[in-house]
């Protein structure tokens, strides 16, 4: 395991978090939740029927006493979170609705994490990231200034460590957004022990090429540097030129960043996925994520692609993001 994880288990360990895993009967998340049980990480909540879970952790030979279960058609405070689910709602759904809606295991581990009940959830193994993240949006929120929640992968190999937003939630940010994403990203970095300077990147580098799309950037650029004047940020660039010290010399000789970013902001979605699966698949990046950014408390999409590793560490730095 690289030291980006052993950092966060240790941070994590000493603060005995609890972290909701509503794919209670998944394998990856079964297998999973008793490593980090078995270690003393952080307490699994799993959800589901609980002689179904169990039955299931003993098909597969994985030992989930340091689990709790918790099921949604027995669980004793049910009425007390119907009563919540409405008012956070504030008319949008009746009290009818509710009890239907939170028979949902991801609408019900969301409002365990809203009530303090849990301290941030895990989902996607199953589910896709609508699934997960319309529940999050709908009752934990955004934080106060943040319009938009956004998914960044952090991509490690050996010590190297890097941010890469956003690759998983919005199509087609605007410059708003953008400098929104940028913001949340070096507070992300920061988390991971990772300095942030921030690269906003295009297909043009300080004005090379002139479009609608080059100038989104570059006015992202401005808006993210008046409202973050201490974050080492600039923009537009191509990425050798955010990335290579000899080509920024070049293309760049008077940015902050000299070549030597590590949160590379990408323009929209398209390029951002792809761009995490080339470093992925061609650069050998073990990509973590996404982890999605700017909800007032942790919720985080797994890929259904995931095994139980990528469980394993992701449940991991929900814990951190709630520290």
Known sequence: MSDLFVGLKDKVKSDSKRIVFPEG??????????QLGAEGILKPVLIGNEEKVVQKAQE???DVSG???IDPQSYAAFDEMVASFVERR??????????EMLLDENYFGTMLVYMGKADGLVSGAAHSTADTVRPALQIIKTKPGIKKTSGVFIMVKEEEKYIFADCAINIAPDSQDLAEIAAASADTAELFDIDPRVA?????TKGSAKSEETEKVAEAVKIAKEQNPNLPLDGEFQFD??????????KAPDSVLNGDANVFIFPGLEAGNIGYKIAQRLGNYDAVGPILQGLNQPVNDLSRGCVADDVYKLAIITAAQSL
């Not at 009967?25 to 008793?34: P, V």
């Not at 504030?90 to 009890?99: F, L, M, P, V, Y």
């Not at 030129?241 to 070049?250: L, S, Y």
């Open 241 to 250: 030129a955010a990335f290579v010290p000899a080509v920024a010399e070049k």
């Open 90 to 99: 504030k008319g949008k759904n009746t009290e009818e609705q509710a009890r």
């Open 67 to 69: 689990s709790e279960i």
């Open 200 to 204: 906003m990147l295009s297909f043009s």
């Open 25 to 34: 009967l998944d394998e990856r998340i079964l297998t999973a939740a008793s």
């Open 60 to 62: 597969l030979q994985v």
